[in-house]
């Protein structure tokens, strides 16, 4: 659908996210949260679509204008996107991730526009380029470094992230803001969610433990089954283990060979997993590296105890330096199991853990991201 440029720009100022996602990962998220969050706040919001990319929202029921860009290809975008900024003259374009941000300081170059730019990147950026290719490391790191001052903000989602940033690339740190991303519906904290099918729930004297997340190296589910297994030598449990991806068949076996592969399922991918938190007894974050990662959000917004490992960035900001939940060194699958039956034993207040989390509510974070892009907050319509 293409946008009515003659909309009022005095009532309905307009906004741009240029996207191009998995559509399943964090930045989908975000953007489920937020583009609809700031159509509330009276913006029209403009989603620039790549096509067969995500993040994939209807734009009936969001509010969300979805224009198409005409190609597959980020890069073949280019055309359609200038085109796109100097037919609306959008107040402002909101990117993510340094392929699209690229795109989007170029684009902006080309039409020749005063529109606002704000880059943002929701990841570690020196641990996720580790593994990389060291030509892919050095352009990543050196676009950041000169490319994004052109920008008008860089935000990332906690402050171990821009801390990392400034110091792995260069960038001035003044020009990186952390922002708290819009994770948990309002309603969420009152909730009274369902128990899930699935028959592990709610079994008297079978504490169940609950990771959420892509089957992946970064996730490192081998440690929490590690872990598992030693929990498991002195403690009735069961896990369980949301999600998909490349180490499934790994994990499976290390949980033959460990002899606790029928005390662990792993059933797949679930969309919104907020009852499947709701009643489990913990939630496990056993990432190498993250930017923030929302599920531990979502366990405490719910009222499960959270036990993670200290990875950067992100779930020491979250469980405040370890005062909400326990951390533990990456890897360390020890004192996982340790931390675990710590928790298990003694598991904090509902109320404590659910006032942790309160600015990553959809509209509070929501404002935090209209400040931090330099627009008014307007109150939800």
């Not at 929701?122 to 050196?142: E, I, K, M, N």
């Not at 923030?292 to 405490?300: G, H, N, Q, R, T």
Request: glycine share 8%; proline share 8%.
């Amino acid at each position: 659908m293409a946008p009515d440029p003659h909309r009022d720009a005095d009532r309905h100022p307009r906004l741009a996210c240029l996207l191009s996602t998995s559509g399943h990962s964090g930045v989908d998220r975000l953007a489920r949260h937020l583009l609809p969050a700031m159509v509330r706040r009276g913006y029209a919001v403009d989603l620039l679509k790549v096509r067969g990319h995500g993040p994939h929202l209807d734009g009936a029921t969001s509010g969300v204008t979805i224009v198409d860009l005409g190609s597959r290809h980020t890069l073949a975008c280019l055309p359609a996107i200038v085109a796109y900024l100097r037919r609306t003259r959008p107040l402002l374009l909101l990117a993510d991730k340094d392929r699209v941000n690229r795109l989007a300081l170029l684009a902006r170059a080309l039409a020749a526009l005063p529109t606002r730019l704000i880059l943002r990147t929701g990841t570690t950026v020196s641990v996720d380029l580790a593994a990389r290719g060291a030509l892919a490391r050095w352009v990543q790191r050196q676009s950041m470094r000169w490319l994004y001052p052109m920008a008008d903000a860089v935000l990332v989602p906690s402050a171990g992230a821009a801390a990392d940033m400034a110091a792995f690339t260069g960038l001035a740190r003044g020009h990186i803001q952390a922002v708290p991303s819009p994770i948990v519906p309002a309603a969420l904290f009152s909730a009274r969610l369902p128990r899930p099918v699935h028959p592990w729930f709610g079994v008297p004297g079978w504490p169940l433990l609950l990771g959420v997340g892509e089957l992946s190296a970064r996730k490192d589910f081998a440690t929490l089954i590690r872990a598992f297994a030693r929990l498991r030598s002195t403690h009735r449990c069961r896990l369980l283990i949301l999600g998909e991806g490349r180490a499934r068949a790994d994990l499976l076996a290390l949980a033959r060979g460990l002899g606790v592969a029928t005390d662990l399922a792993l059933p797949g991918f679930v969309a919104q997993p907020y009852a499947e938190m709701a009643h489990a007894d913990l939630l496990v974050s056993s990432s190498r590296w993250e930017g923030l990662p929302f599920v531990p959000v979502e366990a405490l917004a719910v009222g499960t105890p959270v036990v993670a490992t200290d990875c950067p960035s992100g779930p020491r900001e979250i469980l405040q330096d370890g005062c909400i939940g326990p951390l533990v060194p990456v890897g360390d699958d020890a004192a996982l199991a340790a931390a675990m039956a710590a928790v298990l034993a003694a598991p904090p207040a509902r109320a404590r853990l659910q006032a942790a989390v309160q600015r990553f509510e959809i509209e509070a974070a929501s404002s935090a991201y209209l400040a931090a892009m330099g627009l008014p907050a307007r109150a939800p319509r």
